[in-house]
């Protein structure tokens, strides 16, 4: 009888936490998995220093270290690496024209700084490669952006 009761409970909350996962978005869920995979490596490694194993709990404390300093994100196979402005630049090859980053963003080269940063925060939305774009369309928009925004300086 306490099976069944503990399988009707577990079920539950299994479809509760479906429900909830379901609701939240991709960055809070990763932050919400981040803060508890490293508690539990954090309690793993305190038990493993207490019963004495010294590598396995320097091992995990390194894990807990990786996954805080935002080293700990997985690109899924996709090979990504952080890249500044000028190696995006230098991994295209070219400067962008004004009229080209126009283009790219879809304003015209009057625009304000709030103009070329909306569309730029809107464009990204759907290309940056997290949500299914590559990481060079999302290197040619931020480097449409910067053209503009340093155009916009001059």
């Not at 932050?31 to 010294?54: D, K, M, W």
């Not at 690109?75 to 890249?83: A, I, L, W």
Request: charge should be positive.
């Amino acid at each position: 009888m306490h099976f069944l009761l503990f399988g009707i409970v577990g079920v539950f909350l299994f479809l509760l936490l479906l429900n909830w996962l379901a609701k939240t978005d991709a960055t809070s869920l990763a932050r919400y998995v981040r803060v508890i995979s490293s508690g539990l490596l954090s309690l793993t490694a305190v038990i493993l220093l207490v019963r004495g194993q010294l590598y396995l709990a320097g091992l995990l404390a390194m894990a807990v270290y990786w996954l805080w300093t935002g080293r700990g994100r997985l690109s899924f196979g996709r090979g990504k690496t952080e890249q500044t402005s000028a190696q995006s630049r230098a991994a295209s090859g070219q400067n962008m024209t004004v009229q080209e980053a126009c283009d790219i963003l879809g304003v015209n080269e009057n625009a304000t700084v709030t103009e070329i940063k909306d569309a730029h925060r809107k464009l990204l939305k759907k290309m940056h490669p997290d949500q299914g774009g590559s990481d060079y369309l999302a290197a040619k928009i931020n480097l449409a952006k910067e053209t503009l925004l340093a155009a916009k300086e001059k």
